[in-house]
């Protein structure tokens, strides 16, 4: 039943007990459970034997993965995954392994400080952890990798949304600003032949990024530039993106990145922003769910925030440039486009 559907205050109890389905998924993610249900249906000692778990405190989480849709369990006792339950594998595309992990893990940590946010307007990470996300994140590389895989699993979603969506036979080369590993590149060069990619990334990022690259056969069609995009963003390209970057920063900090992409571009440059587009009327639909829920998730981790298409035109305008039109996508995301004033 949907929450409007059931009684009100069984509704809000189901809100308020949020965290029970998100640890059990959190802790069916950390153990592997659906790599390891993705040959056959197992039952639960079967399963403890192979996550070296106590096996009936785990059929009681199992269950509950059920009750929530994740797993489904037959009558000889073993359990199987859904079509949600086998985003959690590691091997399928747009895996969402790493963002259990990562969203039932330091940022889950960060947000049972919300109240701190919601008091002093300033990120609860830095309250938890003394440091905010992406310093954190540098000294902890295990958690580094988590998030990259994370970030990886909703690229890969994008990319192919971006790709179909938005035409890029206007340009010779694009840069991706904040790039990561270049799944979103990929996906742009693979549906256009005759484009060039460029990325620039922090150096450690970089790295990673140009042996991927390679490793998918673009090293001769994309460039992979060391960098910080609050100092130094190169030229060459006609057009240069950013995909889920200015969303983390306040409006001053994602003005100065705007402004580093306007100095680098040529006068007929293009700006394309990949985010989401906080709607005028926030409502019970997904999108709107969606743009609510990563606005506060923005608050807690990094300070920064979602904006409407008129937050949009005013930071542009800030930065020197003119918001040209808006091209939503599949993917929860919309691409910006934008020219140089």
């Given amino acids: 039943m949907t929450a409007q559907e059931l009684p009100p205050p069984i509704a809000l109890f189901r809100m308020v007990t949020g965290y029970y389905v998100s640890r059990a998924v959190h802790a069916a993610a950390a153990l592997g459970i659906a790599d390891l249900l993705a040959p056959d249906p197992?039952?639960?000692?079967?399963?403890?034997?192979?996550?070296?778990?106590?096996?009936?405190?785990?059929?009681?989480?199992?269950?509950?993965?059920?009750?929530?849709?994740?797993?489904?369990?037959?009558?000889?006792?073993?359990?199987?995954?859904?079509?949600?339950?086998?985003?959690?594998?590691?091997?399928?595309?747009?895996?969402?392994?790493?963002?259990?992990?990562?969203?039932?893990?330091?940022?889950?940590?960060?947000?049972?400080?919300?109240?701190?946010?919601?008091?002093?307007?300033?990120?609860?990470?830095?309250?938890?952890?003394?440091?905010?996300?992406?310093?954190?994140?540098a000294e902890h590389p295990e958690e580094a990798a988590i998030f990259d895989a994370a970030m990886a699993g909703f690229t890969q979603m994008i990319a192919r949304a971006v790709a179909a969506t938005y035409d890029f036979s206007p340009f010779a080369c694009v840069a991706d600003i904040g790039g990561g590993n270049g799944m979103l590149l990929e996906g742009i060069l693979g549906a256009n032949p005759g484009l060039h990619g460029l990325?620039?990334?922090?150096?450690?990022?970089?790295?990673?990024?140009?042996?991927?690259?390679?490793?998918?056969?673009?090293?001769?069609?994309?460039?992979?530039?060391?960098?910080?995009?609050?100092?130094?963003?190169?030229?060459?390209?006609?057009?240069?993106?950013?995909k889920h970057v200015i969303h983390d920063w306040d409006d001053a900090r994602a003005t100065t990145i705007l402004r580093n992409c306007h100095r680098a571009m040529a006068a007929d440059g293009t700006l394309l922003l990949v985010e989401g587009v906080y709607p005028p009327l926030v409502d019970q639909s997904d999108a709107a769910f969606a743009a609510a829920?990563?606005?506060?998730?923005?608050?807690?981790?990094?300070?920064?925030?979602?904006?409407?298409?008129?937050?949009?035109?005013?930071?542009?305008?800030?930065?020197?440039?003119?918001?040209?039109?808006?091209?939503?996508?599949?993917?929860?995301?919309?691409?910006?486009?934008?020219v140089k004033l």
């Fill in 293 to 338: 829920s990563n606005d506060v998730n923005m608050l807690v981790c990094t300070g920064g925030r979602q904006r409407s298409e008129a937050e949009f035109r005013d930071l542009y305008r800030e930065a020197g440039f003119r918001l040209t039109r808006i091209i939503p996508t599949p993917a929860r995301v919309s691409v910006i486009e934008g």
């Fill in 199 to 242: 990325l620039l990334d922090l150096p450690h990022v970089a790295e990673r990024a140009r042996a991927r690259i390679a490793s998918v056969g673009l090293a001769d069609r994309c460039a992979v530039a060391a960098g910080d995009f609050f100092t130094d963003i190169p030229g060459g390209a006609d057009a240069y993106m950013l």
């Fill in 42 to 137: 197992l039952d639960h000692a079967a399963l403890a034997e192979r996550t070296g778990t106590h096996a009936p405190s785990l059929r009681r989480v199992l269950r509950l993965l059920v009750g929530a849709g994740v797993l489904a369990e037959d009558a000889d006792g073993r359990f199987s995954l859904t079509a949600i339950g086998t985003c959690l594998r590691r091997d399928v595309p747009g895996s969402m392994h790493a963002a259990a992990l990562l969203f039932g893990g330091s940022t889950q940590q960060a947000w049972s400080a919300l109240q701190h946010s919601v008091r002093t307007g300033e990120p609860a990470y830095r309250h938890v952890f003394g440091r905010d996300a992406f310093a954190h994140l």
